[in-house]
T-cell receptor, first 111, second 113 residues
Framework: AQSVTQLGSHVSVSEGALVLLRCNYSSSVPPYLFWYVQYPNQGLQLLLKYTSAATLVKGINGFEAELKKSETSFHLTKPSAHMSDAAEYFCAVVAGGNLIFGKGTKLSVKP | DAGVIQSPRHEVTEMGQEVTLRCKPISGHDYLFWYRQTMMRGLELLIYFNNNVPIDDSGMPEDRFSAKMPNASFSTLKIQPSEPRDSAVYFC???????????FGSGTRLTVV
């Protein structure tokens, strides 16, 4: 069954530093992949999605993710972290018409 | 479009009571999903509908949980009787079109005391 694995339940960066959140998918053929963000006490907001077009996907708030088939990875990056980026980030994969989520990575941004 | 609308936003109830959560999907979306989020288990899919028909309810924890979608613009998730371990945030999401873009509601935070 399709699944995604997020490495690191907590990531802490300084403001202005690079953000790198890791996600690996389980299948040999890249599925539809998503990154969602959840701010405290809020719902999930779509950051970006891969749907078999370009392997470098740009999303909202300066985030992007690159699909690397050789590594079965879809890591989320942002060149310069802002305090407002502090949230929980979820990688997700479509499997059998459903959206299956990773465990999430909580991002902290230090001033 | 107002997005996916869930009500209530917060619900506090006593153990043994019936709880009904409501969801209005985005107009024109033909898939509707119910998820539960807890610290221990993360985001779990409970059930999903396609064109108002339940397709997969294997994620529903037990018979105390039931979900209906009487029409394309409304769905309910019912817990009867509720238990403290049902305390969680319940999300509804809908999807439509050729590419799988899922839109989530703001969730219902359920506390069973």
């Amino acid at each position: 069954a399709q699944s995604v694995t997020q490495l690191g339940s907590h990531v802490s960066v300084s403001e202005g530093a690079l953000v790198l959140l890791r996600c690996n998918y389980s299948s040999s053929v890249p599925p539809y992949l998503f990154w969602y963000v959840q701010y405290p006490n809020q719902g999930l907001q779509l950051l970006l999605k891969y749907t078999s077009a370009a392997t470098l996907v740009k999303g909202i708030n300066g985030f992007e993710a690159e699909l690397k088939k050789s590594e079965t990875s879809f890591h989320l990056t942002k060149p310069s972290a802002h305090m407002s980026d502090a949230a929980e980030y979820f990688c997700a994969v479509v499997a059998g018409g459903n959206l299956i989520f990773g465990k999430g990575t909580k991002l902290s941004v230090k001033p | 479009d107002a997005g996916v609308i869930q009500s209530p936003r917060h619900e506090v109830t006593e153990m043994g009571q019936e709880v009904t959560l409501r969801c209005k999907p985005i107009s024109g979306h033909d898939y509707l999903f119910w998820y539960r989020q807890t610290m221990m288990r993360g985001l779990e899919l409970l059930i999903y509908f396609n064109n108002n028909v339940p397709i997969d309810d294997s994620g529903m924890p037990e018979d105390r949980f039931s979900a209906k979608m009487p029409n394309a613009s409304f769905s309910t998730l019912k817990i009867q009787p509720s238990e403290p371990r049902d305390s969680a945030v319940y999300f509804c999401a809908s999807r439509g079109g050729p590419h799988p873009g899922y839109t989530f509601g703001s969730g219902t935070r359920l506390t069973v005391v």
